[in-house]
């Protein structure tokens, strides 16, 4: 299992669960947070400090979690690209897990700049976000060739809904 965007590791919390039995890698560009995974989850899982849109691997994985909304963080041509360049690293049958916000729900400091562009300020810092519509992923999804694609909108613990893309290659 790789997790693309792993944070503090609230989510490598659960897959490196004994009982699991999963070989997990984690990608993470922030170096404060690389190292903290790094003594926190020394020997369980193997982390690489580096921005996503330029990890390679050799490797094939099972699964590849790219959770809590980062692929808005993208511009739309590139939120495409990562999502084809991850398919590649994908076992065959293997699955591509997606996470994104809505757009009728987003951070209460977002302005709207178009239908799908917003942008959001905190401490003087300006962030712009793209959201994906589901229509777009699932057509995104279909010319990458995923044999497989299933969407389930939830709510999360804070009441907010969010959309969860499954891709299998």
């Known amino acids: 299992i790789l997790e693309l965007g792993a944070g503090y590791g ?7 669960e004994p009982s699991l039995n ?8 922030s170096h404060l947070f690389s190292q903290f995974l790094k003594k926190r989850f020394d020997g369980q899982v193997e982390i690489f400090e580096e921005d996503l849109r330029y990890f390679h691997s050799s490797q094939k994985f099972d699964t ?4 809590w909304g980062g692929i808005v963080e993208l511009l739309p041509v590139k ?13 065959k049958g293997g699955t591509l ?13 977002a302005n709207k700049q178009s239908a ?8 003087d810092i300006e962030i712009n976000f793209y959201i994906l519509p589901p229509k777009k992923l699932l ?12 969407q389930i909108i939830y709510r999360t613990n804070g009441k907010r809904s969010r959309l969860m893309t499954f891709m299998t290659a």
């Open 139 to 150: 057509s995104m999804a279909k010319i990458l060739g995923f044999s497989s694609v299933e």
């Open 97 to 109: 897990v997606v996470e994104s916000m809505l757009s009728d729900e987003l951070p209460e400091n």
């Open 10 to 16: 609230r989510v490598l919390d659960y897959l490196t």
């Open 64 to 67: 590849i979690l790219f959770l």
């Open 116 to 123: 799908f562009e917003y942008t959001a300020s905190e401490n």
């Open 79 to 91: 939120q495409f690209l990562i999502i084809k360049k991850y398919k590649y690293l994908l076992k």
């Open 22 to 29: 999963n070989h997990v890698f984690a990608v993470e560009r």
